[in-house]
């Protein structure tokens, strides 16, 4: 197997300036470059990683813990990281903490021993010990989608606030009155702040929302199929079912089929989380979408400057609402169209 000393030799160069160009440094002519490059390409040469990034101490990978890599948004999340990644030289070590923070420890501590320049971490709800640490600063950490109470840990996230007030008034216009939330667990972040939001948007439209109308799920499918069920099952059904993401939303679209229901003549649906999908559903399904693809580049974008020395600032990017069909139009209301609850 070719050394790095081999290649200096072929190239005619000294072992230095090799290692110059291996690690990108602008000092190196374009000449000298292109001779190293041909030499490594003639002696089928493959740098040591592992090495260089003893040396340099920077391995120019990131690390991503997601919470579930069976949810579309975490997959399209993932997947604009790497790319804004590869795009400025970085490699991505991706690690599923299964909404688990036992699991999510276990890759934090994979992933500094593989010696990642930085943390990307969409954090399960619990503060542990390890990620109390990261936080102080033994790697550049940014949190992902998610934040926690408590952490100074620089953040990117969609606000969906505004999106959810339009939805409410949206759903006002086309006549709805008895609108339910099943929202993600109130441990997460994600979860009490669409939560909230629906609540004040509801006052603001004055509408009374029932303390059953408000089920808190687990961001899985089938808390949305149960939930659902026991919205249906109440004496007084809600017209409206909002679901705080697209997992429990198709456990909603199951349960609403399985009964034999209509939407949005019987029953309308929203979901908070837009996803492809959504558009092939008869009728496609009204959603709040946020800009996942650029929260994901975004996220990069803040580490790496983190990792140049510059200022972490959280970004806080707004979601939008997507009018489609599974809410009706104005003057015809979900629920009231005769349909048998018992």
Known sequence: MARIKDVAAHAGVSVATVSRVLNDNPSVTEETRNRVYEAMAALNYVPNAVARSLRTEATRTLGLIIGDILNPFFTELARAVEDEARE????????????????????VRTLLEQRVDGLLICPTAEITPLIEEVARGSRPLVFLDRTLPGLEVPSVRADGAEAIRELVRHLRILGHERIAFVSGPGTLSTGRERTEAFLSAAAENGLAVPEEYVQLGDFRAGSGQALTARLLDLPRPPQVIFLGDNLMALGALDEIRKRGLRIPGDV?????????????IDPPITAISQPTAELGRRAVRVILGMLRGGSAESVVLPAALVVRGSCGEAGTQAGETGRSTS
């Open 88 to 107: 400025a030289g970085y490699t991505v070590i991706i690690g599923n903490a299964d909404e688990r923070a036992d699991q999510q420890d276990h890759y």
């Open 268 to 280: 309308a649906v929203v979901s908070f989380d837009d996803v492809p999908w959504f558009t092939h």
